[in-house]
């Protein structure tokens, strides 16, 4: 996965001439409330507990056949659980975040030694210190089950969607409204309708975005987002649900639960993941630390106001 500069390539289609005025207030607080989060969520470390399910095509069955199929194959169940250390840290470019992971567990099994490695490796200032840390989320990444290279995974990206300068590369839709752990949320329908896309794949390829935000109209706070990547003309999708709650330590809403699933659509003649795979990672112990990326100068991340829910 990869982003590109919206304002330098972006390009509107059939880009919305009119927004409903309910939604102006809300998008404009919305837009606001991201910007603050760019600055706040940064330099954080988080546990997760990440478990992956798939069924992946297994061998090929000579003596079953299905009629119109030919010979029937059996599938092979994967399941795995992780646990791992996670370090958000804000880095030069399009994504405002940048998450790695240092797997520690499988299965119940330790895999190393749990030294809090990514986390030293950041606070201690080392031109290197990136570059280690890349090395240690692929080694991270080996656990991961099924085709699917999951770079997608980063549960803040969707709030990306939300900034001043890519919300007109959007359509938005009021919805209904609904209650997230005490907090009233307003749905926001939305769909990307720019070209070039603000994601891409590792070839450049378009990954047209929709879904819903489930945002507090009166904070702009966003409690839960829901997004389907799909991968064009029609071959595959991934869709990912992330729920925030509201973190008193930090003073701000982290991720809670995200949830993720890919899968090759029905009739696709060249299929992307081969087999569906469905993830559901949880986050918590979330603390602040010091951080020195490369340029970057070393600050705790101001806090942010906490909404409170209704009483």
């Given at each position: 996965?990869?982003?590109?500069?919206?304002?330098?390539?972006?390009?509107?289609?059939n880009?919305?001439t009119?927004l409903?005025p309910?939604?102006v207030p809300?998008l404009?607080?919305a837009?606001?409330y991201?910007?603050?989060y760019e600055?706040a969520?940064r330099n954080v470390?988080?546990?997760?507990?990440?478990?992956?399910?798939s069924?992946?095509?297994?061998?090929?069955r000579?003596?079953?056949?299905?009629?119109?199929r030919?010979?029937?194959?059996?599938?092979?169940?994967?399941?795995?659980v992780?646990?791992a250390?996670?370090?958000?840290?804000?880095?030069?470019?399009?994504?405002p975040?940048?998450?790695?992971r240092?797997?520690?567990?499988?299965?119940g099994?330790k895999?190393?030694d749990?030294?809090?490695r990514?986390?030293?490796l950041?606070?201690?200032?080392?031109?290197?210190?990136?570059?280690q840390?890349?090395?240690?989320?692929?080694?991270?990444?080996?656990?991961n089950?099924?085709?699917?290279?999951?770079?997608?995974?980063?549960?803040?990206?969707?709030?990306?969607?939300?900034h001043?300068?890519?919300?007109?590369r959007?359509?938005?839709?009021?919805?209904g409204?609904?209650?997230?752990?005490?907090?009233?949320?307003?749905?926001?329908r939305?769909?990307e309708t720019?070209?070039?896309?603000?994601v891409?794949?590792?070839?450049g390829?378009?990954?047209?975005?929709?879904?819903?935000?489930?945002i507090d109209?009166?904070?702009?706070?966003?409690?839960?987002?829901?997004v389907v990547?799909?991968?064009?003309?029609?071959?595959a999708?991934g869709?990912?649900d992330v729920?925030?709650?509201?973190q008193?330590?930090?003073?701000?809403?982290?991720p809670?639960?995200m949830?993720?699933?890919?899968?090759?659509?029905r009739?696709?003649?060249?299929?992307v993941f081969?087999?569906?795979?469905?993830?559901?990672?949880?986050y918590?112990?979330?603390r602040?630390?010091?951080?020195t990326?490369e340029?970057?100068?070393?600050?705790?991340p101001?806090g942010?106001?906490?909404?409170?829910p209704d009483r």
């Amino acid at each position: 996965m990869t982003m590109r500069n919206p304002a330098a390539e972006a390009v509107p289609v059939n880009a919305p001439t009119s927004l409903d005025p309910v939604l102006v207030p809300v998008l404009e607080r919305a837009a606001r409330y991201v910007v603050a989060y760019e600055e706040a969520f940064r330099n954080v470390v988080a546990e997760e507990t990440y478990t992956q399910d798939s069924e992946v095509p297994g061998s090929t069955r000579v003596d079953a056949f299905v009629p119109g199929r030919g010979p029937a194959t059996s599938t092979v169940r994967q399941h795995r659980v992780t646990r791992a250390d996670l370090v958000f840290v804000r880095l030069a470019g399009d994504v405002p975040w940048g998450l790695f992971r240092d797997v520690f567990e499988v299965n119940g099994q330790k895999v190393r030694d749990r030294d809090e490695r990514l986390e030293k490796l950041f606070r201690t200032p080392s031109p290197s210190a990136l570059e280690q840390a890349h090395r240690i989320l692929e080694e991270s990444a080996r656990y991961n089950i099924g085709t699917a290279a999951r770079t997608l995974n980063v549960p803040t990206l969707p709030l990306v969607f939300l900034h001043a300068r890519n919300q007109a590369r959007f359509s938005f839709e009021p919805g209904g409204r609904r209650r997230i752990a005490g907090f009233e949320g307003l749905e926001v329908r939305f769909e990307e309708t720019a070209r070039p896309t603000i994601v891409t794949d590792a070839t450049g390829g378009d990954l047209p975005a929709r879904g819903r935000f489930w945002i507090d109209p009166s904070r702009g706070t966003v409690l839960r987002s829901e997004v389907v990547f799909r991968v064009e003309p029609r071959r595959a999708e991934g869709s990912i649900d992330v729920e925030y709650r509201s973190q008193p330590r930090l003073g701000m809403f982290v991720p809670w639960e995200m949830k993720e699933r890919y899968e090759d659509l029905r009739g696709a003649t060249r299929p992307v993941f081969g087999a569906p795979m469905q993830a559901t990672a949880r986050y918590s112990n979330f603390r602040l630390f010091t951080v020195t990326v490369e340029d970057e100068k070393a600050a705790l991340p101001p806090g942010s106001p906490e909404p409170r829910p209704d009483r």
